[in-house]
């Protein structure tokens, strides 16, 4: 499971009898934004496989360190987040602008209960830009085109992919939406990425069973891969150290526990 919602074709209409990932994903990590459909399924994932809360957490705080990590450490002032999710507490403008408030940040989703949420999401500091992008992952000329009324292409940009290309259940098809939104920005650019795995050594196993359950009852369909998988991803990029590995380790304390949820931030050189 993830935190970012699906790339459907289109914004859909808000339905609220099927329990869906956006808002189960809220559940886990505490907020207040879903239905008792997503209570149901949420709590039916997590007792098959009672990490996910973890992988939830995990992720969050990863996205924390990654922004805090591009804006001080590699001087970023734009980020282009790519399946935004419900808004909760430190999104991406909000940490990177506490940072440098000049920073610029889009956001793109196409699920309508984030669109609902997303005038949160437009809050910015007065020195800096937050917009918002009604488009699909699966459009990623769409996503570079709108992002450029508000972004800079040609400075480099922080894309934010966080649990969005699981919902891409063609590998070969998630491979091309990286290689052609990284296309479109320049020597410098960092991808943020994570990714659910069935990995056995980072305890993935039971994520097969838990996605078999949530694709048979909930939205939208989604896959894990493993390591190797989504290391293509990161083909013609330069992965900044520790590379790909749980997220929950990504530059975090020497005792942090493994996920089955890897994350890797990646230069384009």
Not at 7 to 30: K, M
Not at 56 to 73: K, Q, S
Not at 92 to 99: D, L
Not at 159 to 188: H, T, Y
Request: aromatic share 6%; charged share 20%; proline share 7%.
């Amino acid at each position: 499971m993830t935190e970012q919602p699906s790339p459907t074709a289109g914004s859909a209409r808000l339905n609220t009898t099927v329990a869906h990932n956006a808002r189960v994903w809220n559940y886990w990590i505490g907020g207040k934004d879903h239905y008792e459909v997503d209570q149901r399924v949420g709590e039916q994932v997590s007792g098959m496989f009672p990490v996910i809360r973890a992988v939830a957490r995990a992720d969050r705080d990863f996205l924390g360190r990654a922004v805090r990590f591009l804006a001080a450490e590699r001087g970023l002032r734009q980020f282009l987040d790519v399946g935004t999710g419900l808004p909760t507490v430190d999104n991406t403008h909000e940490i990177a602008q506490r940072i440098a408030p000049e920073s610029r940040i889009v956001y793109v989703d196409n699920d309508p209960i984030v669109l609902v949420h997303a005038r949160s999401l437009l809050t910015s500091s007065p020195e800096g830009v937050t917009d918002y992008v009604d488009a699909d992952v699966r459009d990623p000329d769409a996503i570079v085109r709108r992002a450029a009324d508000t972004l800079d292409l040609d400075r480099p940009v922080a894309v934010m992919m966080l649990g969005i290309l699981n919902f891409v259940l063609d590998g070969a098809e998630a491979a091309d939406i990286v290689r052609r939104v990284m296309a479109a920005v320049p020597s410098g650019s960092h991808l943020v990425l994570t990714h659910p795995t069935f990995d056995a050594e980072v305890g993935g196993e039971g994520n097969v069973a838990a996605m078999e359950f949530w694709n048979a009852n909930a939205t939208p369909p989604i896959t894990a891969r493993s390591r190797a998988e989504i290391a293509t991803f990161l083909d013609g990029l330069e992965p900044v150290e520790p590379g790909l590995v749980p997220c929950s380790r990504w530059r975090a304390g020497s005792d942090a526990a493994s996920v089955p949820q890897y994350g890797v931030v990646a230069v384009k050189p």
